[in-house]
Nanobody, 123 residues
Framework: QVQLVESGGGLVQAGGSLRLSCTTS????????MGWFRQAPGKEREFVVS????????YYADSAKGRFTISRDNNKNTVYLQMNSLKPEDTAVYYC????????????????WGQGTLVTVSS
């Protein structure tokens, strides 16, 4: 099973930017669709964005469209989430996810979750 390690979270002011990274071990990274979920305090975990195995297809939640960009580098076994124009409501723990049969926009087909990285956006 693929192991996921996130990094890049932190404290940022509203309107600022952060880039999250998720690195995996092993040689099968390109076999996995990748994505990000988040969980805000007191709320359920929600889908943010996903990217196909090749990187050609992406799928964004409405809350992420126009502000967040997902990308991947299969040579580095890493997926990135560039977050711009951050808002206080983006405050959450962000989880990297992987699955070979992911269904975009849902948690179906997910095989692995990272430990999460906290993003805090101050107003």
């Amino acid at each position: 099973q693929v192991q996921l390690v996130e990094s890049g979270g932190g404290l940022v002011q509203a309107g600022g930017s952060l880039r999250l990274s998720c690195t995996t071990s092993g040689r099968t990274f390109s076999s996995y669709g990748m994505g990000w979920f988040r969980q805000a305090p007191g709320k359920e975990r929600e889908f943010v964005v996903s990217i196909s195995r090749s990187g050609e297809s992406t799928y964004y939640a409405d809350s992420a469209k126009g502000r967040f960009t997902i990308s991947r580098d299969n040579n580095k076994n890493t997926v990135y989430l560039q977050m711009n124009s951050l808002k206080p409501e983006d405050t959450a723990v962000y989880y990297c996810v992987a699955g070979r049969m992911m269904v975009p926009g849902t948690s179906r087909g997910l095989e692995a979750w990272g430990q999460g990285t906290l993003v805090t956006v101050s107003s």
